[in-house]
């Protein structure tokens, strides 16, 4: 039943970008509370003597004043993670084949991550970029954080074509903290050079997630009949035969996916492929898991 | 194959409509934005396929209905030729003269001998059909394609007596190449007479394709001597007043003296020699005809010597009666009429009735049973047993007459017919003026004749409400438009009512040349004498029952003493057909009997042949059609040929609904499952 809150189609019916958020992660996390494996909140790990140079917000002065000692008190989520979305606006990611674009689901998962973080304490930040980089929201803790991240993540809209070389150049300038880096986008490049943009990103220490949206019927297209179809990007036309869209484009976007996670895989790069017209429930639970590698 | 409206056949060219919807349309269709054309590659393949037909069945379905709707109003037809030679083989059509011409010498043989012959040159995928045409055409045989069937039927065939018309045969001809959509090959069997050629060539034209070939068994004319006509009373009452003329004929004859013979029950009873201008006519007078009471077989014979014998004598029969009585009540004061009725009557030439005048009083016990009709001249009021006796006889079936004249009362009525008299008038010639008989009705018996009536003046006339009506009929009128002579149906009997006298007093009817024939029609129809012929032509036709007859059998006995009617037909049959010559009894079960004289139509005694000028026209007509067949107009293609217009929408239809259900299939596919 809450597995019916993650799917796109219902989520599309929600206006309000925080409530998606909301209604995604309480959906996930009711979930996850029947889970043993994975833990997720500010739970108490242990208690540590003090040393120097400890910061002193974590002493528990409720214990020194009863034992006169000075310990720490520890807790499980305590980390300095930063998460930083980039989230790809370009013209493809405005494609759909039924009511939810890749870019609407691109903005849920978006959504529903900042939400996570902040719920984490996480600072978390935002990049909109197609060909250039149109938003940027520095990662922060701070109050109005969210808000920031969720209108910028709203005032999101479809831009021109895709060139990662251009804002991933940029990116590097903005990560001056390591932390966990997600893209997302349909990455209509070769695996190459994603793979060969996008792994600079590691260098700062950074875990790097490669969210790939892609609507089913990019995946498998189905004509019944010859078609005309028209490049959203540069608006290029070419008759497509239902045949060839049967056989060869499907056997290439195949290749392309096995090459993308390879390569992806080659560059340390976390690579989910991710259906529009599936729930979002497994990028949720690949960050988490991710978060939880980082501790 | 052709096409009764062509020019339709232009809008065959609105198949271009499917092939810009179906080809050009969709090659131009409307580009579907995808994400990235990164994957796809432009094939010529690709391109191919594309331009293939998208629903190759819809497509043709809707070229073929566009197509098929101008085909079908440029009305397309096969020719009668075609379908022929799709049935295979020829239609022929062998028409054999049995008229009574046919009966000199061995004509009849010769021509069934040269129509077997050509029956026998049919091939095996010929039909072919047996006609005579002596008299109205008949079918001897189906069309068939069975040479033994044709030949029995030719066989078969006797000699008659009715009149040949290529008129006829040309019809039978028409009407076959008609209802079998077919050209036709006809051969005729005749000898060529003049007088079989209808009035109006155009009665004998054929139609498109016919192909005739005239097979003369004359090749020309033979001298004929004939009795044409013989003119005789019907009913015989005074032998010694009887006059018999008989018209002796020659064709193609030298002129010559012909010995004339009146035979009267097999006897002969006069001869008489009489010259014969060459190739003309002469008329033989007979002043008495002794034959007994009752119905006699005459005959006027002459001696022909020549080659058709058949035609050398005239039947007609004549019935010895007594004259019958007629009753003449006339007013006290009325002594004119009894003696200008009387004359007249007695100046007929058959003197069928005797008069018997009394005066109104005299009349009063008179038995009016026993007369053959009554006049009641000017008579006043009647008594009323004289009246009663009257309506009884009129309702019977009696006949009887009125005039109004002096003695007629304003505000009483016309004896047993019930009209009211509303007033009598008598003109003052220096203050108006004198009134004549006007619109005369010719069909009514007693006007029949057509006699001149303007010499009659009216001067006294009765005023009589006589509403017209189906009982009521109005045969004449006076200038001012009131009824002069009036027709009143009482039972089964009339009365007939004059709106004068016949004086010299009320009008000068008595004294001018019509008056004789008026009243020998008015008493011969009043006494029943006109009513029966007793001379027809072979192929005319009798009245076998009145409608008082109309459960009385009758019985025919024909030349050899045959019975001619079947049981049901003697119980039913209201009219017969004189197949032949000769006399022919008709009898009635209620005692009325009557003997037909049946002669040949003399125009069968010339023996004329038709020129050669004439039979190459009637050939030329329906080649000559075939020729100018594409010159004819539109409905004389239609009348020839077969129309496929009708197969054309049916297909239409069919196509129609073929086309709905599959593009109902394509529209609910395409919005249901095709992705872009």
Same mark, same amino acid.
């Given at each position: ?72 008190? !520890? ?85 021109? !074509? ?14 001056? !903290? ?114 939880? !590698?980082?501790? | ?55 190759? %069945?819809?497509?043709? %379905? ?8 101008? @085909? ?189 013979? /009146? ?126 006796? %009257? ?30 008299? &509303?007033?009598?008038h008598t003109i003052s010639p220096d203050s108006e003026p004198v009134q004549t008989?006007t ?18 003046q009216i001067f006294?006339y ?16 006076l200038a001012n438009g009131l ?16 709106? *004068? ?29 006109? *009513? ?11 009245? @076998? ?64 042949? %038709? ?39 049916? /297909? ?18 395409? &919005? ?5």
């Open positions: 039943m809450l597995q019916r809150f993650l799917d796109p189609a219902v989520l599309a019916s929600i206006s309000s970008l925080d409530l998606v958020a909301k209604t995604v992660v309480d959906g996930f996390v009711a979930g996850l509370h029947r889970s043993p494996t994975f833990g997720f909140s500010q739970e108490f790990a242990e208690y540590r003597q003090y040393v120097e140079g400890d910061d002193l917000r974590h002493v528990d002065w409720n214990v020194f004043a009863r034992t006169e000692r000075i310990y720490l008190k !520890r807790f499980k989520g305590e980390t300095n993670s930063q998460l930083l979305i980039l989230l790809d606006t370009s013209a493809s990611m405005t494609y759909t084949s039924s009511t939810v674009t890749k870019l609407d689901y691109a903005r849920y998962i978006a959504a529903s991550l900042v939400y996570m973080a902040s719920q984490q304490r996480d600072a978390a930040g935002l990049i909109v970029f197609d060909d250039d980089v149109k938003n940027y929201v520095a990662p922060s803790t701070r109050q109005g954080q969210l808000m920031r991240l969720l209108h910028a993540i709203e005032k999101a809209e479809g831009g021109s !074509r895709t060139d990662f070389a251009k804002p991933f150049f940029h990116f590097q300038q903005f990560l001056h !903290r390591r932390g966990i880096v997600v893209v997302l986008s349909d990455f209509y490049e070769e695996p190459e050079t994603i793979a060969k943009v996008i792994e600079p990103l590691r260098y700062h220490g950074n875990e790097v997630v490669l969210f790939h949206l892609l609507d089913p019927n990019e995946v498998a297209p189905k004509f019944r009949d010859p078609v005309l179809l028209q490049d959203v990007e540069d608006d290029t036309a070419m008759e497509v035969s239902p045949e060839y869209a049967r056989n060869e484009y499907r056997a290439k976007i195949k290749h392309h996916l096995t090459q993308l996670a390879d390569k992806a895989a080659a560059a340390g790069l976390e690579y989910v492929f991710m259906d529009t017209s599936k729930p979002l429930d497994p990028a949720l639970r690949n960050y988490l898991a991710i978060r939880q !590698r980082r501790r | 194959m052709g096409f009764l409206a062509p020019w339709f056949l232009a809008g065959a060219v609105a198949v271009g409509l499917p092939i810009y919807v179906h080809l050009l349309r969709q090659y131009r269709q409307k580009p579907v934005r995808f994400s990235s054309l990164m994957f796809f590659e432009r094939r010529t393949q690709s391109s191919i396929k594309h331009r293939r037909l998208k629903y190759l %069945l819809l497509f043709a %379905l809707r070229c073929a209905f566009i197509a098929l709707l101008a @085909l079908a109003f440029a009305r397309p037809y096969i020719h009668s030729a075609t379908i022929a030679k799709a049935n295979g083989g020829r239609t022929m059509l062998f028409g054999i003269d049995n008229s009574f011409s046919m009966r000199q010498g061995d004509r009849l043989s010769r021509a069934k001998e040269e129509a077997r012959a050509e029956i026998g040159k049919m091939r095996e995928e010929d039909r072919g059909q047996v006609v005579t045409f002596g008299g109205p055409a008949k079918l001897v045989t189906e069309m068939t394609q069975d040479k033994g069937a044709l030949l029995a039927a030719v066989g078969a065939i006797e000699p008659g007596d009715d009149t040949s018309s290529y008129a006829e045969i040309s019809r039978v001809i028409r009407s076959t190449a008609e209802s079998l959509k077919a050209d036709v090959e006809a051969h005729i069997f005749t000898d060529d007479q003049q007088s079989s050629w209808p009035a109006a060539f155009a009665d004998a034209r054929l139609d498109d394709g016919t192909k005739l070939t005239v097979h003369p068994v004359a090749d020309k004319a033979i001298p004929n001597w004939t009795v044409e006509n013989v003119d005789a009373p019907r009913r015989v009452f005074d032998t010694k007043k009887v006059r018999t003329v008989a018209t002796i004929a020659g064709y193609n004859t030298q002129d010559g003296t012909r010995k004339v013979t /009146l035979i009267a029950n097999g006897k002969a009873i006069e001869s008489k020699e009489v010259k014969v201008p060459a190739g003309g006519r002469a008329a033989v007078e007979f002043l008495t005809l002794d034959v007994p009471y009752g119905l006699t077989r005459c005959e006027v014979r002459i001696d022909g010597a020549d080659a058709f014998p058949q035609d050398d004598h005239w039947y007609f029969s004549v019935e010895r009666a007594d004259p019958k009585p007629a009753l003449l009540v006339h007013g006290d004061n009325d002594s004119a009429s009894p003696l200008y009725v009387r004359t007249a009557l007695e100046s007929f030439t058959d003197a069928a009735f005797t008069l018997d005048s009394q005066s109104t009083q005299q009349a009063t016990n008179a038995n009016v049973s026993k007369y053959a009709f009554v006049i009641l001249s000017d008579a006043g009021p009647l008594p009323a047993k004289l009246e009663e006796s %009257l309506d009884s006889y009129v309702r019977a079936g009696g006949d009887i007459f009125v005039t109004l004249g002096r003695n007629a009362t304003p505000g009483r009525k016309v004896p047993v017919a019930g009209l009211l008299i &509303t007033s009598l008989a619109r005369i009705d010719n069909s009514y018996p007693a006007f029949g004749k057509g006699e001149n009536w303007d010499g009659v006294q009765a005023t009589v409400q006589a509403p017209e009506g189906p009982d009521t009929r109005i045969a004449a009128r009824p002069l002579f009036i027709d009143r149906k009482v039972g089964e009997g009339h009365v007939m009512i004059f709106a *004068s006298a016949f004086d010299n007093f009320a009008n000068n009817l008595p004294l001018q040349p019509v008056w004789l024939p008026f009243l020998e029609q008015t008493t011969h129809e009043m006494g029943g004498v006109g *009513s029966a012929r007793g001379n027809y032509k072979v192929g005319s036709y009798v009245d @076998l029952r009145t409608a008082k007859e109309r459960n009385v059998p009758v019985t025919i006995i024909g030349p050899g003493d045959k019975r001619l009617l079947s049981l049901a037909e003697s119980a039913k049959a209201t009219t017969f057909q004189f197949p032949s010559e000769g006399f022919f009894d008709i009898r009635r079960d209620n005692g009325r009997e009557e003997l037909a004289a049946v002669n040949a139509d003399r125009r069968e005694s010339d023996f004329t042949v %038709l020129s050669a000028d004439t039979l190459k026209s009637w050939k030329n007509t329906g080649i000559a059609s075939r020729s100018e067949a594409g010159a004819s107009s539109s409905r004389d293609k239609r009348d020839d040929n077969a129309e496929l217009w009708f197969y054309a929408l049916v /297909l239409l239809a069919i196509l129609a609904l073929a086309e709905s259900y599959i593009g109902n299939r394509h529209i609910t596919a395409g &919005t249901g499952k095709e992705a872009a």
